[in-house]
């Protein structure tokens, strides 16, 4: 089968969804966000997980798949009223390029600062985010600095994986690492042991080890490069109850675990350089 690339409506006022499909996986990519939605590889089921109720609508972030989080993560750090998570995730962005590589399809998708809105992030800037399709996923997201001035990012490739029973997953490859909790006024503590949910998670791994996501589900292995931290997340219930495009229930099919460099993992981009953050995603 010769790979395709298809693009599917979502609704007539949205950007179109690129759909790349081989005999290795199909794979969903919104241009709103620059967005993976979806990646089954052949015989499996869909490794994202999207929440029924996420709203498709231009300038509203997508529940679920993969947020490109970028130039900064969570709150900005010195003006709230700036979108949660950056502007990557809410821009539309282009596609550059489509083809083959060692085998496998891949698409590479632009966001240059001439799109976007000076206002929140005033550098020139080219982020390009490559997304290889074959029996794995693999994302590449680079920062081009444009700019005369180095510029600070933080970032995130914020997965959402699909989990059968949220209280029978084990993160594994953490052990011993320090963490942020976001939900204890950001005190550091240390892992031991796998990472299990019974509660609300957030916190912030400060790793750059491969790690593993056992659930009923599968096992999916995840290796990252440019990458110092990873976030881990499950909202649980009160948390998933406050958020609008979010279903009551629905954190128990779903984690986060985000490939990243944020809270003191700041990235300075010097004019002229590049930065890139990678992930390989594998179900085993
Ligand atoms: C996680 C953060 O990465 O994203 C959480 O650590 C946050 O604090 C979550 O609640 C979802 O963020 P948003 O902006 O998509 O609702």
Redesign the pocket.
């Known amino acids: 089968m010769t790979p395709s690339f298809t693009y599917e409506t979502i609704h007539e006022a949205y950007p179109p969804v690129l759909c790349i499909e081989s005999e290795m996986s199909r794979c969903k990519i919104a241009l709103h966000g620059g967005h993976v939605l979806s990646f089954v590889p052949a015989g499996s089921d869909d490794l994202l997980w999207v929440s029924e109720k996420a709203v498709y609508r231009e300038g509203k972030?997508i529940?679920g798949g993969i947020?490109v989080?970028w130039p900064w993560?969570?709150a900005h750090p010195d003006d709230p009223l700036k979108p949660?998570?950056g502007i990557a995730?809410v821009s539309v962005w282009e596609i550059a390029e489509t083809g083959m590589e060692e085998g496998m399809p891949f698409a590479r998708l632009i966001l240059e600062s001439e799109q976007t809105d000076r206002e929140h992030f005033d550098y020139d800037y080219t982020l390009e985010l490559k997304v290889v399709a074959g029996e794995t996923l693999r994302l590449f997201l680079t920062t081009h600095n444009r700019d005369a001035r180095p510029f600070p990012i933080t970032e995130?490739l914020?997965s959402y994986f699909a989990v059968s029973d949220i209280r029978e997953v084990r993160v594994k490859g953490m052990d011993g690492r320090p963490y942020i909790d976001?939900l204890q006024q950001n005190q550091t503590f240390l892992q031991h042991g796998a990472i299990t949910f019974g509660e609300e998670v957030?916190?912030?791994y400060r790793t750059d080890r491969p790690c593993r996501i056992d659930s009923p589900a599968g096992t999916y292995s995840l290796h990252s490069s440019g990458s110092r931290s990873s976030?881990v997340?499950n909202?649980w219930i009160d948390?998933a109850g406050r958020?609008s495009d979010f279903g009551d229930e629905e954190y128990r099919e779903m984690v986060?675990v985000?490939t990243a460099n944020v809270g003191p993992d700041t990235v300075v981009v010097s004019p002229g350089a590049c930065h890139t953050l990678a992930m390989k995603l594998e179900k085993h």
């Open positions: 972030a529940r947020p989080c993560f969570g949660s998570h995730r995130a914020h976001q957030d916190r912030i976030v997340w909202p948390k958020l986060c985000e």
